[in-house]
């Protein structure tokens, strides 16, 4: 089995619970048939992972009833572990799904979580490793693997802006007295940089107004006009953007910036000086834009203090 | 009974769980609510507007906090980093008790995001119970423990489910969220008497009482908090009370949410149980005995 973290099965559930390891084994072994991803027709997969027909591993550790069997019994729990993980993922992935079509997303969503079950206690982080995995299995989104990757990292970036950690921000006045050559300004742990190939902000603000009207429609009447869910958002068109993802008076929010305004973000993001930082954006900017830049990113409450300390000593 | 030291000695009314989509409802109308209950998960978060939202229901509500991740009977230990989420939570919340299920749901750190039935037996009881008394001491907040929906049951089991849920509970020296509608789904789906659960467990030891509605299939029922609660159930919870005492009660509507004033309604229907709880529980205690 590919999960990582979760360890092997027993070879058989244990016949009694006398020690910590047995429970463990008896979850294990639940855990291995409820994550075994489902047939095509959502039926519990035919086969343990040695072998053996899965009806036959599942009779070993769970009771049949009147009505059903161990089998049919387990099937309840695993239609429910995928379909409660996948509409998870459904939900924070739109943009995702709408660039990939149904089909095609559904199958991405089940290797997906097949390779890389949830780790945390929480299903807010599911998608934190869904642009690793795109890249890792490009056949689930070929032949439009990088603008797929560019839409799930821009994705998991709103997901960290709406309740990502934010930082004391930085005033003008904690930083007056610290030289350029030695300030370093940290970014608020929210704030995701994304340089993209594809302009996929636009594309999926277009997908999530389209669902909202398709919703809107369906709502208001049952059978209704289907011409707002029959539109197609064009995919987009391969285009090199910056990509600040942030959020502001607790809504998110979307900025492009120039791409000197962006080296100099990436160059704070890594620790640079502020000297340094500006230095990367090359000799071409003129130094009223980024003193323009800093005040509208100030304004926006991009920076914070770094790990404890306003100037680097390291 | 109601007020007892597994609800902080406090005295709740009749809740309801807070949901996203009541929120606007709720911080514009100030509607008149005892109390919410809040899924801590949900606010276990670093920023943003969860925590701002919830900052606003505190100003004006008292809240309980619920949890959903804690796997008191999951073999891997406590986390450490999630207790101490936690325990800030608590710390802004200023929750009286705090409960979670008496179930697993996760293994060597993988989750299922599910609320899986135990092994009935005595050696899974007293480990559960330990893992209760350590996340008790650790949050510093007495803590209820509920009874999950199941739809299977192991081979391995040494007892039915209201002997482990009592083991555990002496075991651990804490309360108990009694869920009527989950005692209802499970009786079902495993044909057992729903009154001799109630009557089996611990009264002096409910510290809440969950109602909710659930969807029968043909086989088995299913515990989808969508619906209205179910009349059998209903009467479930007044067999309850009427046993434990009237204690806070909470609806729980997680699916297919209706407007705000629907789920208080349905929730404030508990009321027409609770004045035949109360009558009869004093009928109990001030008349003299029969001879
Ligand atoms: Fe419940």
């Known amino acids: 089995m590919k999960a990582p973290g979760l360890r092997p099965p027993p070879k058989h ?3 009694k619970l006398r020690t910590e390891a047995d429970l463990r084994a008896l979850q294990r072994m639940m855990t291995h048939a409820l994550v075994q991803p489902l047939t095509a027709d959502d039926e519990l997969a035919p086969r343990w992972h040695d072998g053996r027909p899965m009806a036959e591993v599942v009779a070993e550790f769970i009771k049949p009833n009147d009505r059903l069997t161990a089998g049919e019994r387990l099937k309840i729990y695993s239609i429910s572990y995928w379909y409660r993980l996948i509409d998870a993922v459904y939900e924070d992935a739109p943009g ?55 839409v799930a990292r821009f994705e998991w970036a709103q997901t960290v802006a709406f309740d990502g950690e934010a930082r004391p921000v930085l005033t ?7 030289p350029p050559a030695r300030l370093r300004l940290g970014l608020q742990p929210y704030l995701s940089l994304l340089a993209l190939d594809w302009p996929v902000d636009d594309y999926v603000i277009a997908v999530k107004e389209r669902d909202a009207l398709r919703n809107d429609a369906s709502n208001a009447i049952d059978r209704g006009p289907r011409a707002a869910s029959r539109k197609k958002v064009r995919r987009p068109r391969r285009r090199r953007v910056f990509v600040v993802v942030h959020r502001y008076d607790l809504r998110l929010f979307y900025k492009r910036v120039d791409p000197a305004a962006f080296q100099i973000l990436e160059a704070l993001a890594a620790g640079r000086t502020l000297a340094r930082a500006v230095a990367a954006a090359g000799r071409g900017v003129q130094p009223e834009q980024v003193r323009e830049w800093f005040a509208t990113w100030m304004e926006l409450g991009w920076f914070c203090k770094r790990a404890g300390r306003l100037s680097g000593r390291s | 009974m109601p007020a007892n030291r597994f609800n902080a000695f406090t005295d709740y009314g009749i809740g309801i769980g807070l949901r996203v989509p009541h929120y606007a409802h709720i911080l514009e109308k100030k509607p008149v609510v005892d109390w919410f209950e809040i899924i801590s998960e949900n606010f276990m978060v670093d920023g943003g507007r969860p925590l701002h939202v919830l900052d606003q229901i505190l100003e004006q509500y008292r809240v309980v906090q619920h949890g ?34 008496l179930c697993w749901g996760s293994v060597d750190g993988t989750f299922t995001h599910d609320l899986l039935p135990m092994p009935y037996t ?3 009881a007293k480990r559960t119970a330990e893992k209760i008394r350590y996340v ?11 009874n999950v929906s199941s739809y299977a049951e192991f081979h391995v089991s040494e007892m039915t489910e209201w002997e482990f849920l009592s083991e555990v509970v002496e075991r651990a020296d804490c309360g108990i969220l009694l869920d009527v509608n989950n005692i209802y789904v499970s009786s079902k789906n495993h044909n057992f008497d729903p009154y001799a659960y109630v009557n089996g467990v611990p009264p002096d030891r409910v510290g809440q009482i969950h109602v909710a509605g659930h969807t029968k299939f043909e086989k088995y029922i299913l515990d989808t908090h969508d619906h209205p609660v179910l009349d059998p159930v209903w009467k479930l919870y007044a067999h309850a009370i009427a046993r434990s005492g009237v204690t806070a009660t909470l609806l729980e509507w997680d699916d297919r949410i209706p407007s705000f004033n629907e789920v208080h309604h349905e929730a404030l229907k508990a009321n027409e149980f609770i004045g035949g709880a109360r009558a009869a529980n004093f009928a109990r205690r001030a008349l003299p005995k029969k001879r």
């Open chain 2, 68 to 101: 959903v991740s804690m796997y008191f009977g999951s073999a891997d230990k406590p986390d450490r980093a999630h207790l101490r989420k936690l325990k800030a939570l608590v710390r802004r919340t200023k929750t009286p008790w705090l409960s979670d299920h």
């Open chain 1, 96 to 150: 995702l799904r709408g660039l990939l079509g149904e089909k095609k997303f559904s199958a991405l969503v089940r290797a997906y979580l097949a390779k890389y079950p949830s780790r945390s206690f929480t299903m807010r982080n599911l998608c934190a490793r869904l642009p690793q995995f795109i890249r890792e299995e490009p056949r689930w989104t070929a032949p439009h693997t990088g603008v797929a990757l560019a």
């Open chain 2, 122 to 124: 005595f050696s899974a």
């Open chain 2, 136 to 146: 008790r001491d650790y949050l510093e907040v007495p803590i209820c423990v509920e």
């Open chain 1, 172 to 178: 003008p006045d904690d930083v007056a007295d610290v």
């Open chain 1, 13 to 15: 559930a244990p016949k």
